[in-house]
């Protein structure tokens, strides 16, 4: 390298640090020694430079919006073994998987007893958007509604509001699990009502629509927000077995198995 080149080479690489490419830069020499082994167009030689840069922004940036989106577990889409719930129609969910239901701020009701994978759908698709440049927000809605109480309380309502008001995809998890607080229902139904045409919002309950009215203490306020939640939304009822029961009935079926096989081996006098 002559002394000009070595200065160019100086400069370029400050510049590239000014300019905050620091995966840019600290490729820089790489880039320029296969450029010249390679013999590749000075395009080229800048496209393989600034993709380096692009690929490891994009990877902090989903990062980040999986950091903010506080997904309960890692799940994705594969790890959903279809063949064990039956009772979920799984060309609705591999089509609400293409996200094309966040363009038109459709919502998602996931409705069904506990262990069927509600929570864990919801979550598939939730890291689906996120994967897909959606800024997500995964809460529960006790927690939604504790939330909103303190900020209330504190005089942050119109802030915590608009938090709520900001993903793209808010999924809100467990409805009607727990009788929500006080002013719980009434915060829940504005959360839904600002995000109503304007964003997604995915919920999972184990309330039948048709209770919902009992559930809210509300019937007024229960049918307001399902009107809102309704108008554009997937319902993806899931009535089949509990896949949590079915690992846990598998394992108490393995105890007693190795029991009555123990049981055999000493004898028929201790066989129950
Ligand atoms: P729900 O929210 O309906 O109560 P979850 O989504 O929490 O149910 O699922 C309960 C547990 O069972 C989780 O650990 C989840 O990963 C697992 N699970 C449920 N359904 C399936 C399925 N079809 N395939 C794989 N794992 C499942
Ligand atoms: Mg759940």
Sequence with gaps: MTTSEARRYQNLRAHLGYL????AADALNTVLDAARHEHLSLTAALERLLEIEVEATEARRLTSRLRF???PAPWTLTDFDFAAQ????????RDLATLRFLDDASNVLFVGPPGVGKTMLATALARG???AGARVYFTTAADLAARCHKAALEGRWNTCMRFFAGPRLLVIDELGYLPLPGDGASALFQVINQRYLKSSTILTTNVGIADWAGAFGDATVAA???D??????AVVGI???????????????TLRAAAGHRAGQTGPSHAS
């Design 69 to 71: 989106a506080c997904l």
């Design 239 to 253: 009535d089949g077995p509990s896949y949590r029961l079915r690992s846990h009935q598998r394992a108490a079926d």
């Design 228 to 233: 809102r939640l309704l108008h554009r939304a």
């Design 224 to 226: 307001a927000m399902l």
């Design 129 to 131: 958007a996120a994967e």
């Design 20 to 23: 905050k490419l620091n995966d």
């Design 86 to 93: 039956p009772g979920v129609d799984e060309k609705l969910v």
